[in-house]
């Protein structure tokens, strides 16, 4: 007699249940995928990352490292570039903007920063849009990059947010400068440390009402150090209570001048065949002569730049080193990092955070999504059927 196997639905009550029992394990296991890896591998990655520490031999003598004895913890990034209604994809919007808020909220759960500077370019189309756009903007802004009161922030002004030199209009640069309390140049002393914030756009030189306006508060800020350093006489009353004299932190927008990113060296400079391309004053990077004339002016003990959307490191006249940060944003770079500095009047130390790689979340989702779509096939065929005997209409003797 020769058997025939035959496979039959297994109905009724039971086989239902059992059957809406393994989808509702099917969902779970993609939201789990989901927060893995839209939620955890952030806290994963940046748990690898600490606060540097300070060297006491890296100190500079005959500078008092302040009356406070707490450091103050910095937090650098740079060129968010939010999205607007002209470039991306909305799909593209919605991904950059969950990477960049998920990697920024999840750096201030481990690290609390008691500052964070972004260094320009926080929106893409800031030169373009609209007033009732760019209030969008703004809100989109402060909803991404929450920060909690305890926690100041300060922004710096980019090219995408108002436009190169050439194209800056007055209200464009007005419309931003009230937005986020901004000025061509300013500075601020923050335990002991002071910072200055330039515009580097204003910075050509041509005689124009904007780069008037920053070279007379450039003006103004050097003489602020120069009162507190004790070398001027005229003119320090209207800062009220001085500060003692620390050489002050630089941040801009452009990097100071050099030729290319030829010298840069760090795991996240620039493609080869874009490290020997030359640098446009005013276009990748400050003029030599404006360069000149702000470390001549301000003498500052360290740098920091955004702009070409690579990380670098350079040293310029008499040692001063200056950082590049990446670009922020997975859209510009698929390892992006941040910055995190430890600053005293007297001494400083920083270390670089990076952030997932996106081929790696893309990776995550590929093993996961496979394995999650295999064991949904195998768990459905063993639970949906079952084999059962049968004869053959006709048997052979």
């Known amino acids: 007699m020769k058997v025939l196997w035959t496979m039959t639905e297994n109905r009724g009550p ?8 393994e989808v509702g394990k099917f969902w779970l296991l993609v939201l789990c995928l989901l927060f893995i890896c839209e939620v955890l591998i952030y806290y994963i990655v940046l748990l690898q990352c600490s606060w540097p520490t300070l060297d006491p031999l890296s100190a500079e003598s005959g500078i008092l490292p302040g009356q406070s004895h707490t450091p103050l913890r910095v937090m650098l990034l740079a060129d968010t570039h939010l999205l607007g209604s002209r470039n991306g994809h909305w799909f593209d919007k919605l991904r950059r903007e969950w990477q960049m808020h998920r990697a920024f909220q999840t750096a201030l759960t481990i690290f609390s920063p008691d500052v964070i500077f972004i260094l320009g370019d926080v929106f893409d189309e800031g030169l373009w849009c609209s007033d009732k756009e760019f209030s969008y903007y703004v809100n989109r802004y402060n909803s991404l990059f929450y920060a909690p009161e305890k926690t100041n922030r300060y922004v710096v002004v980019g090219n995408h947010d108002i436009g190169f030199h050439y194209s800056v209009s007055k209200h464009h640069k007005e419309r931003f400068e009230r937005a986020f309390n901004v000025s061509s140049v300013q500075f601020v002393v923050i335990q002991g440390n002071i910072f200055i914030m330039l515009n580097s756009m204003a910075m050509v030189g041509d005689g124009c009402s904007l780069c008037q306006e920053a070279e007379d508060q450039l003006r103004e800020v050097a003489h602020f150090l120069r009162c507190t350093k004790g070398e001027a006489h005229f003119g320090c009353h209207r800062y009220g209570s001085l500060p003692s004299y620390s050489r002050p932190v630089f941040l801009q927008h452009f990097p100071m001048y050099r030729e290319s990113d030829a010298i840069c060296s760090e795991p996240d400079s620039a493609p080869p065949l874009e490290k020997n391309l030359k640098f446009r004053e005013h276009w990748e990077c400050l003029s030599k002569q404006a360069s000149d004339r702000i470390i001549k002016l301000l003498n500052p003990r360290v740098m920091f730049s955004g702009h070409t959307h690579h990380g670098c490191f350079s040293q310029h006249w008499e040692g001063i080193p200056e950082w590049t940060l990446p670009s922020f944003s997975w859209r510009n770079k698929k390892n992006p990092s ?28 590929f093993v996961g999504g496979s394995l999650i779509i295999l064991w949904f096939i195998m768990k459905g065929r063993k639970r949906w059927f079952c084999l059962v005997p049968g004869r053959t209409l006709k048997e052979k003797r």
């Open 338 to 365: 941040f910055m995190l500095g430890i600053f005293t009047p007297n001494n400083y130390s920083l270390r670089k955070c990076y952030m997932p790689v996106e081929n790696t979340v893309f990776m995550l989702y």
């Open 14 to 21: 039971v086989g239902w249940f059992s059957r809406w029992n």
